[in-house]
């Protein structure tokens, strides 16, 4: 079987480290990290992710997660990829969600239980 992959993008060293930690212990699943759009888009091309997760501001430039949630929608191919925002701000997941992306979370609830539970629903085989 295997792993689900989860794409991060824009987390700092410290919220990478605590997100995987978190997501490979409640699920089966490979976090890879993303520090630009570049990046990002690179390796949803190369497919094979099961969800992407873009932090509201880019730890690396500063540049705006709900930029690239917006270029992903509009891409025939990388709008197929279910995406959340990560942010802990209610007005910034508003935007996400309207510009097309699921709702997500914020890393102050991210081992909240219905956090985990709206991750399972992609990331279903959990442990």
């Not at 699943?29 to 094979?48: H, K, P, T």
């Not at 270029?71 to 191919?77: I, P, S, T, W, Y």
């Amino acid at each position: 079987m295997f792993k689900k992959r989860v794409l991060s993008l824009g987390q700092c060293a410290a919220d990478q480290w605590s997100m995987s930690r978190v997501l490979q212990t409640s699920f089966d699943v490979e976090v890879i990290a993303a520090d630009r759009f570049a990046d990002a888009e690179e390796q949803l091309r190369q497919g094979g992710i099961d969800l992407m997760l873009v932090n509201r501001v880019l730890d690396r430039d500063g540049s705006s997660g709900l930029d690239f949630i917006r270029q992903m929608k509009a891409d025939d191919v990388l709008r197929q990829v279910p995406v959340m925002l990560v942010s802990n701000y209610a007005d910034a997941q508003r935007q996400a969600v309207a510009l097309g992306a699921l709702p997500g979370f914020g890393k102050a609830v991210l081992e909240d239980a219905a956090t985990l539970a709206r991750l399972r629903d992609f990331l279903s085989d959990s442990k």
